[in-house]
Protein backbone atom coordinates (compact mmCIF):
# COMPACT_ATOMS: atom_id res chain seq x y z
CA UNK A 1 0.00 0.00 0.00
CA UNK A 2 1.55 3.93 -0.69
CA UNK A 3 -0.16 6.67 1.07
CA UNK A 4 0.43 10.09 -0.50
CA UNK A 5 0.65 13.48 0.79
CA UNK A 6 0.69 16.38 -1.11
CA UNK A 7 1.34 20.03 0.66
CA UNK A 8 2.89 23.91 -0.76
CA UNK A 9 -0.36 24.77 -1.83
CA UNK A 10 -1.92 28.31 -1.55
CA UNK A 11 -3.18 31.33 -3.19
CA UNK A 12 -0.12 33.23 -5.41
CA UNK A 13 -1.32 36.02 -8.19
CA UNK A 14 -0.94 35.69 -12.01
CA UNK A 15 2.70 35.07 -12.58
CA UNK A 16 3.40 34.04 -9.36
CA UNK A 17 4.98 30.70 -8.34
CA UNK A 18 4.72 27.60 -6.49
CA UNK A 19 6.02 24.47 -5.56
CA UNK A 20 3.80 21.52 -4.54
CA UNK A 21 5.58 18.42 -3.02
CA UNK A 22 3.82 14.90 -2.60
CA UNK A 23 5.55 12.76 0.38
CA UNK A 24 5.18 9.03 -0.48
CA UNK A 25 5.45 6.15 2.24
CA UNK A 26 6.28 2.64 1.08
CA UNK A 27 9.69 0.97 -0.44
CA UNK A 28 9.06 0.98 -4.00
CA UNK A 29 9.24 4.54 -4.47
CA UNK A 30 11.91 4.40 -6.99
CA UNK A 31 10.45 2.01 -8.96
CA UNK A 32 6.82 3.97 -9.26
CA UNK A 33 6.19 6.55 -12.26
CA UNK A 34 4.56 9.11 -11.11
CA UNK A 35 2.04 11.93 -11.94
CA UNK A 36 0.46 15.35 -11.14
CA UNK A 37 -3.32 15.78 -12.07
CA UNK A 38 -5.19 18.60 -11.39
CA UNK A 39 -9.37 19.40 -11.21
CA UNK A 40 -11.77 21.96 -11.02
CA UNK A 41 -15.23 21.22 -9.65
CA UNK A 42 -17.94 20.27 -12.82
CA UNK A 43 -14.81 19.24 -14.96
CA UNK A 44 -12.90 16.11 -15.15
CA UNK A 45 -9.30 15.17 -13.81
CA UNK A 46 -6.61 16.43 -16.16
CA UNK A 47 -3.28 15.20 -16.19
CA UNK A 48 -0.44 18.52 -15.84
CA UNK A 49 2.59 16.50 -15.60
CA UNK A 50 4.26 13.04 -14.92
CA UNK A 51 7.37 11.33 -14.74
CA UNK A 52 8.83 8.42 -15.78
CA UNK A 53 10.55 5.38 -13.38
CA UNK A 54 13.53 6.00 -15.38
CA UNK A 55 12.94 9.67 -15.25
CA UNK A 56 11.77 11.26 -18.65
CA UNK A 57 9.25 13.74 -18.14
CA UNK A 58 5.89 14.82 -20.02
CA UNK A 59 3.70 18.03 -19.67
CA UNK A 60 0.00 19.30 -20.79
CA UNK A 61 0.84 21.73 -23.32
CA UNK A 62 -0.69 24.09 -21.25
CA UNK A 63 1.89 23.99 -18.72
CA UNK A 64 4.66 23.31 -20.46
CA UNK A 65 7.37 25.58 -20.38
CA UNK A 66 6.13 26.57 -16.81
CA UNK A 67 5.88 23.38 -14.72
CA UNK A 68 8.85 21.18 -13.66
CA UNK A 69 7.72 17.88 -12.19
CA UNK A 70 10.92 16.15 -10.24
CA UNK A 71 11.32 13.50 -8.32
CA UNK A 72 13.55 13.19 -5.32
CA UNK A 73 13.81 9.16 -4.65
CA UNK A 74 16.22 9.36 -1.47
CA UNK A 75 13.60 11.52 0.26
CA UNK A 76 10.51 9.80 -1.47
CA UNK A 77 9.13 12.78 -2.31
CA UNK A 78 7.52 14.18 -5.76
CA UNK A 79 7.56 17.73 -6.54
CA UNK A 80 6.31 20.30 -9.19
CA UNK A 81 7.75 23.66 -9.67
CA UNK A 82 4.91 26.11 -11.16
CA UNK A 83 6.18 29.64 -12.52
CA UNK A 84 4.31 32.38 -14.54
CA UNK A 85 0.93 31.23 -12.87
CA UNK A 86 -2.06 31.68 -14.85
CA UNK A 87 -5.47 32.44 -13.10
CA UNK A 88 -6.64 28.65 -15.24
CA UNK A 89 -4.57 27.40 -13.73
CA UNK A 90 -6.77 27.48 -10.17
CA UNK A 91 -7.28 24.00 -9.60
CA UNK A 92 -6.99 21.23 -6.58
CA UNK A 93 -3.94 19.53 -7.59
CA UNK A 94 -3.36 15.82 -6.85
CA UNK A 95 -0.44 13.20 -6.77
CA UNK A 96 -0.71 9.90 -8.02
CA UNK A 97 1.57 6.65 -8.11
CA UNK A 98 1.53 3.53 -9.52
CA UNK A 99 3.68 0.55 -9.35
CA UNK A 100 3.01 -1.25 -11.71
CA UNK A 101 3.87 0.33 -15.16
CA UNK A 102 7.03 2.38 -15.73
CA UNK A 103 6.40 4.99 -18.15
CA UNK A 104 5.32 8.42 -18.12
CA UNK A 105 1.56 9.03 -18.36
CA UNK A 106 -0.89 11.78 -18.14
CA UNK A 107 -4.01 9.93 -17.73
CA UNK A 108 -5.66 9.67 -14.88
CA UNK A 109 -6.67 5.93 -15.39
CA UNK A 110 -3.10 4.63 -15.38
CA UNK A 111 -2.85 5.47 -11.67
CA UNK A 112 -3.85 2.65 -8.66
CA UNK A 113 -2.88 5.45 -5.51
CA UNK A 114 -3.94 8.77 -5.15
CA UNK A 115 -3.55 12.01 -2.58
CA UNK A 116 -5.86 13.90 -1.00
CA UNK A 117 -5.20 17.00 -2.96
CA UNK A 118 -3.72 20.63 -2.21
CA UNK A 119 -5.40 24.20 -3.34
CA UNK A 120 -3.81 26.07 -5.79
CA UNK A 121 -5.85 29.63 -6.40
CA UNK A 122 -4.04 32.21 -8.78
CA UNK A 123 -5.88 35.45 -8.84
CA UNK A 124 -5.53 38.14 -11.53
Known amino acids: QVQLVESGGGSVQAGGSLRLSCAAS????????MGWFRQVPGKEREGVAA???????YYADAVQGRFTISKDNAKNTLYLQMNSLKPEDTAMYYCAADARRIGGSLRSSGYDYWGQGTQVTVSS
Open 26 to 33: GNSYSKMR
Open 51 to 57: IATYGTA
